[in-house]
RNA sequence: GUGGCUGUAGCUCAAUCGGUUAGAGCGCCGGACUGUGGCUCCGGAGGUUGCGGGUUCGAUUCCCGUCAGCCACCCCA
């Protein structure tokens, strides 16, 4: 035994690999569908690239080093700064707005747990250049809809939605909460329900010094958490929630209004986001989000120095697969032979590798016995490999310039010429 | 980084109170089966019991350490 992959990282054997494909693929195809180019970046970066905008809590969950060129440099634990570099570097000659996508494998030091490794890739979808709500509704929407392509509906899924802005409004306005403990508030009303100790602990942190103004803004959180309607319709009907007002009529408009829920308990761990947030969930909540995203429109101006607003989300493939695997919507591994041939005896060998290379010129997958076998040896070898066909050559057929045909799914066989068969014609 | 639980064949699991050569099913390889697969029957390979140390006449079993996995915390791509 020669070990095993580090810790949290992961083997892909042909099954797993199936499925992470399955998984690209319907990513690029739904980005496809939406417009988005694709776009790519080093996996190794200047530990500058994170220490900047990061801080101190990030780099110690980089994986970081030395190279011999004497540079320190990290593995990408997110794809968002090297977006801001590229983008920036170019932002006069793109056209605005910019719909760009990326599944780049990102990297993070960190104890591994179920749905959370120390390597994932992660569907990167970015609309640059556009402050308006449309474009929050445009990237909603691709989030919603890569979920349909896995098969998932309203029932399996749900896109919660907040605004940070109308949070901090109300907390500002209504509870005297100043800008510089709005974020402490806010963590405090994410993981509500989930975790009391926490809340109580960040609600402390942050108001701490001031129990009249905890005790108001606790009550209120506490509406908010437990999704009081008339709480809820009373914060959509203020102008600042007038963006995602509109962002939900978009999303109406499009048919997908179902899969959207308004839930002021959805905060996102990240700093920069500054106006409408979102999670995508199981509707069984037992895993963790399987997409988180936003908007984040100072984040280039800070890193690159131009001013671009953004509105993205990350897709990572390692909950989605888990959800996938429990929906039974995972992709079977398809057989991408389309026959597998058969010499009868010695003197067919001969003949049928003439055959699999003609076959293989066409583009049809072809595969064989290294060995000399019995038939049966080969059938079964041919059934096992998922061909859908069996084509066998012996001794009559090739005097008969047939070939028999045989389908593995119902054993039933019949005779095709060669001339045909040559021809990848298996019937 | 902190704490709890768990490590036996590729996989799922056995192994009496600490007792002789660590077993079974599935999977894999071969045979029964010389021009027809899936079924059945038979056989085979595959283990430093995660690793290291300790206690003991003797450790898969008890103790300590370590590594790994799971879960929770911290944190959240």
Redesign the pocket.
């Known amino acids: ?1 020669q070990g ?1 992959a580090l ?2 990282f992961r083997d892909f054997y042909p099954e797993e690999l199936a499925l992470r494909n399955h998984i690209f693929g319907a990513w690029r195809d739904v980005a496809r569908r939406y417009g988005f180019q694709e776009y790519d970046g080093p996996p190794l970066e200047p530990l500058e690239l994170y220490t900047e905008k990061s801080g101190e ?1 990030i780099v110690q ?1 980089l994986y970081a080093f030395q190279d011999k060129g004497d540079r320190q440099v990290a593995l990408r ?3 968002t700064p090297t977006l801001a570099r590229m983008v920036g570097a170019r932002a006069q000659a793109l056209k605005k707005p910019i719909r760009w996508f990326a599944i780049p494998q ?3 030091y ?11 890739f ?1 569907l990167n979808m970015d609309i640059i250049g556009e402050a308006g709500p449309a474009a929050d509704a445009e990237i909603m929407a691709a989030v919603i809809d890569i979920a349909r392509a896995f098969g998932l509906t309203s029932t399996d899924v749900r896109l919660r939605v907040s605004d940070r802005r109308i949070l901090a409004n109300e907390l500002k306005h209504g509870h005297a909460v100043a800008d510089g403990e709005m974020l402490g508030v806010l ?1 405090a009303l994410d ?1 509500w329900g ?2 009391p100790a ?1 809340t109580e ?1 960040r609600l402390q942190h942050a108001l701490g010094d001031s129990p009249e103004r905890k005790a108001s803004v606790h009550s209120f959180l506490s509406l908010l958490a437990n999704e009081d309607r008339a709480t809820v319709a009373r914060l959509l009907a203020t102008p600042a929630a007038e963006q995602l007002r509109e962002c939900g009529a978009r999303l109406e408009a499009m048919g997908l209004g179902d899969f959207v829920h308004v839930d002021f308990r959805i905060v ?3 700093a920069y986001y500054t106006g409408i947030v979102f999670e995508l969930f199981d509707a069984k909540r037992s895993l ?1 989000a399987i997409c ?1 995203g936003g908007r984040y429109d100072t984040l280039i101006q800070e890193i690159a120095g131009v001013d671009l607003p953004c509105v993205g989300f ?1 897709m ?1 493939d ?1 909950v989605l697969g888990e959800l996938l695997k429990e929906h039974a919507k995972a992709a079977e591994a398809p057989s991408r032979l389309d026959a597998f041939l058969i010499a ?2 010695g003197e067919d060998v001969a003949p049928v590798l003439k055959l699999a290379h003609e076959l293989r010129d066409r583009g049809v997958a072809v595969e064989y016995a290294l060995r000399d076998a ?4 080969q ?2 070898l ?3 490999r998922g061909a859908p066909r069996a084509v ?1 050559v ?4 090739r005097k008969a310039k047939v070939a ?1 045909v ?6 039933r ?1 019949r005779k095709v010429a060669l001339a045909q068969v040559r021809k990848g014609v298996f019937k």
């Not at 012996?394 to 057929?397: C, K, R, S």
């Not at 045989?406 to 054993?411: A, E, H, I, Q, S």
């Open positions: 035994m095993q810790p949290g809590e969950q634990p997110e794809m990102l990297f993070r960190e104890r591994q747990q179920r749905g959370r490794l120390r390597e994932h992660q963590s993981k989930d975790e926490l602990r996102r761990g990240l963790r988180g990350g990572g390692v009868v005896g019995p038939i049966r040896k059938l079964e041919a059934a096992a066998i012996g001794p009559d057929e028999v045989r389908d593995l799914k119902t054993g066989q």
